[in-house]
């Protein structure tokens, strides 16, 4: 089993629908988490990040940590064709030196117009 | 303020040949990473440095894969020889130090093995 599973894509939704992305995981020492967005043919930037539990707003994209349930979550409110993109989730381990970075497999998105 | 840069972007070898990908991070970043990217998969660590030394590399194929950050700024991962298998893409990251949380990648090189 690995540590970070994430929903398969691919997943196409219409422009203006609120998009839902999940991951979960099965290490209880990870503290951080992020949400990465990569466009075809580019390395992946950071999205969003969250320490420990709670939600992040930021714009049109929240992004909420449920510890207990080992669940993450992003959400997209008002999607954009300029939305399309893998979407990636990292978590890692706190600590001085940080933990390794670990990612999901990443959900493939398409907002048609 | 440049990002992360990598060379080549494509390379298309035929198998047991080497191949060596360069990677410059963003200049005051103290920590480096290498990362293989499969179709369809996340990043998977290869090597973290931290300055010149290399701090984690669990993940690295020592039997034909080596990686090198002389004066810890630049670095550079080679395959010898390269498999079939090595078809992938290789991204470069970098970090203000390990603690960092956010990783600024490069666009990655990608390796077709034939």
């Known amino acids: 089993q690995k540590e970070v599973e994430q929903d398969p894509g691919p997943l196409s939704v219409p422009e203006g629908a609120i998009v839902s992305l999940n991951c979960t995981y099965s290490?209880?020492?990870?503290?951080?988490f992020m949400w990465y967005r990569q466009y075809s043919r580019k390395g992946p930037e950071l999205l969003m990040y969250t320490y420990s539990s709670g939600n992040k707003e930021d714009g049109r994209f929240t992004a909420q940590v449920d510890k207990s349930s080992k669940y993450i979550s992003l959400f997209i409110r008002d999607s954009q064709p300029s939305d399309s993109a893998t979407y990636l989730c990292a978590m890692r381990s706190s600590g001085n030196q940080g933990g390794k970075l670990i990612f999901g497999q990443g959900t493939e998105l398409s907002v048609k117009p | 303020e440049a990002g992360v840069v990598q060379s080549p972007r494509y390379k298309i070898i035929e198998k047991k040949q080497p191949v060596a990908f360069w990677c410059n991070p963003i200049?005051?970043?103290?920590?480096l990473y290498w990362y293989l990217q499969n179709l369809g998969q996340g990043p998977e660590l290869l090597i973290r440095y931290e300055n010149e030394e290399a701090v984690d590399d669990s993940q690295l194929p020592k039997d034909r894969f080596s990686a090198e950050r002389l004066k810890g700024v630049d670095s550079t991962l080679k395959i010898q020889p390269a498999e079939l298998g090595d078809s992938a893409v290789y991204l470069c990251?970098?970090?203000?130090?390990?603690?960092?949380?956010?990783?600024?990648f490069g666009p990655g090189t990608r390796l077709t093995v034939t």
């Open positions: 200049s005051g970043h103290n920590t």
């Open positions: 290490n209880s020492a990870f503290q951080y």
């Open positions: 990251a970098s970090s203000l130090n390990l603690g960092a949380y956010e990783q600024y």
